[in-house]
């Protein structure tokens, strides 16, 4: 649960006689573009460091874990470690790394690359790395030791119930990064400024081209390691071209008329769309609830600008964000049902707790709920203090203050824009000034975790099916610990309590007694409010009739086997 994401991919246990590096097998499937859209740029190139979708979006094509997710049954399997051993006391795991991997610019992929990867990367402190959070437990860290050249051993403090499954973290190549590090500007390599031939993985596509605004172009990795049943290098499609477009209108808009492949749908297209199936040549996919979210945050920071001593947050305004009375009258006021029936369509759902019912096992439905009402919104403030004193339309709090906010989401996501404008008439009805403010993406996130200079954000995270994922979120001393990051000590006991609940469930390797602890960290959730949820999206994706072996499902969305799909005849 972050704006990382690691990258899932079907993966085949195959027998078959390998061809050459780089070589193609005559089955005629090989080459096509596939075209794409995106409403923003990426912020960078370097996974390790990344935080956001727009540079997830690149890097999930360029580099691999030595696990992957089965997009059908969500098991864990193999992919650069073709097998793993685990010791009795399940603390000391072997990794048996595949002899066929080689980088995208021909070097071999080695255990040294898995050591570095960690040793250097996710637990070097002076890199901000987000998986440093789900790979810590109780302040220690895994440690990591080469066996041979393609054996790999992991050694655990405590038992980490995921493990596995983290092990999908990205492979980074130390042939081309390890001097960059020991000189200290790891943080500032692989910039969007980058030339695309100096970012190197193993993954089935490599970035050629960045034309910012405008374009992303890759191209399939000649040495990728896997091949189909009948023996194909893969991947089969040649190109991928991401159009870089102003917003959610204008992808729409390519969709409609051909330019792009595929489109996810908001819940207002639908009725557009629908009935162009069969006239556009595509076919409408419904794979039930996403696993992601929308929702309110408000800054709860208690720092300052270390170079101005300027708090971040304003005080009166952080004695109302830090109040939770402030919280749940708000979460009064959010029409969840407007949203759905206007923003979505009638295609959405209304969302209580952070692990949604698109992800199954761990989700807990019985959450503390906050149905809509104005008048109920407007008695908790008023009993914390808040009230129109000058009969002005506008509450003061109890030191005159006007309750005045900058409310901020991303431009470019026309569904955030309008449940924004949904909140900040509710909000307006029950006696606050909202200013509903626009920022570029990445703009938007720089201030969420570098300036931290802002009053309340609608944002999304793209959540998964595993709950320590979202350490990164939850943890106090989380990176996207979205409210108030980074703390040294927990600011509150409901935060420590949430603390104490990763923990456990970490180190519990039961299921049944894992969803125990994780469903208490969704009920404190729920009571202390830190995030306000509004609605959940419906995976809809419509994707146009060209594609063989598409085979589309809800937790990997329509292109989890992009390396397998290839053009059908007709359309080549």
């Known amino acids: 649960m972050s704006f990382k994401k690691i990258s899932v991919c079907l993966f085949l246990t195959l027998n078959f006689l390998p061809l050459a590096h780089g070589q193609m097998s005559p089955s005629g499937k090989h080459g096509g573009q596939l075209v794409l859209s995106t409403t923003s740029d990426p912020k960078s190139f370097n996974d390790i460091i ?25 098991k864990v399997e193999p992919h650069l470690a073709k097998r793993w051993e685990v010791s009795e006391d399940g603390l000391t795991w072997t990794f048996y790394l ?4 080689l980088w995208n610019d021909g070097h071999p992929f080695t255990a040294d690359d898995v050591l570095f990867t960690f040793n250097d990367l996710v637990y070097n402190p002076d890199i901000p790395s987000s998986a440093r959070d789900i790979f810590t437990i109780e302040g220690q860290t895994f440690k990591v030791e080469k066996v041979n050249e393609h054996t790999v051993r992991f050694t655990l403090p405590v038992k980490f119930a995921p493990f596995l499954r983290g092990m999908g973290q990205s492979i980074l190549p130390k042939h081309k990064l390890k001097t960059i590090v020991d000189s200290g500007k790891f943080n500032f390599i692989w910039g969007i400024d980058t030339p695309p ?29 896997k091949h189909s049943a009948e023996g194909d290098r893969l991947p089969y499609i040649e190109k991928i071209i991401y159009l870089i477009v102003g917003n959610q209108d204008v992808s729409l808009l390519k969709f409609v008329e051909g330019v792009t492949d595929s489109y996810g749908f908001r819940g207002m297209d639908y009725p557009l769309l629908k009935p162009l199936e069969e006239e556009r040549d595509f076919t409408v996919y419904d794979l039930g609830p996403a696993t992601g979210s929308n929702f309110i945050i408000f800054n709860q920071n208690q720092g300052a600008n270390p170079e101005t001593g300027k708090p971040f947050v304003e005080s009166h305004k952080l004695a109302w964000f830090t109040n939770v009375e402030f919280r749940r009258a708000v979460a009064h006021a959010i029409d969840k049902e407007k949203m759905t029936e206007i923003v979505k369509n009638k295609l959405g759902y209304p969302q209580y707790s952070p692990i949604g019912p698109g992800a199954g096992f761990f989700h807990n439905p019985n959450v503390s709920k906050y149905p809509y009402d104005l008048q109920k919104a407007k008695a908790i403030l008023k009993r914390a203090g808040f009230e129109d004193r000058d009969q002005d339309g506008i509450l003061e709090d109890p030191q005159g203050n006007r309750v005045e906010i900058n409310l901020y989401t991303n431009s470019g996501n026309t569904e955030r824009i309008d449940i924004g404008g949904i909140v900040r008439r509710d909000l307006e009805k029950i006696g606050m000034k909202v200013n509903f403010l626009q920022l570029e993406f990445n703009t938007l996130v720089s201030k969420l975790n570098s300036t931290f200079e802002w009053d309340a954000i609608i944002l999304g995270l793209t959540g998964g099916i595993e709950p320590h994922f979202g350490k990164n979120v939850w943890n106090s001393k989380g990176q996207l610990h979205l409210w108030y990051p980074r703390q040294e000590s927990p600011a509150t006991p409901w935060e420590a309590r949430i603390d104490e609940m990763f923990l456990s469930g970490v180190q519990e390797l039961d299921e049944e007694k894992r969803r125990v602890y994780y469903d208490e960290f969704q009920e404190i959730v729920s009571e202390q409010l830190p995030v306000i949820y509004t609605v959940l999206d419906a995976r809809i994706t419509g994707v146009r009739n060209k594609f063989g072996n598409l085979q589309p499902t809800n937790y990997g969305g329509v292109f989890h086997n992009l390396e397998e799909l290839y053009f059908k005849e007709e359309y080549r």
């Open 50 to 74: 990344a935080k956001e979708t727009s540079t997830t979006l690149v890097t999930g094509h360029i580099f691999e874990g030595l696990t992957t997710t089965n997009a059908f049954t969500t």
């Open 98 to 101: 595949r002899e066929d991997v």
């Open 197 to 225: 031939a100096e970012i190197v993985g193993t993954g089935p596509y490599m970035l050629v081209r960045y034309d910012p605004g405008q374009r992303l172009v890759f191209e399939r990795n000649p040495n990728y390691w």
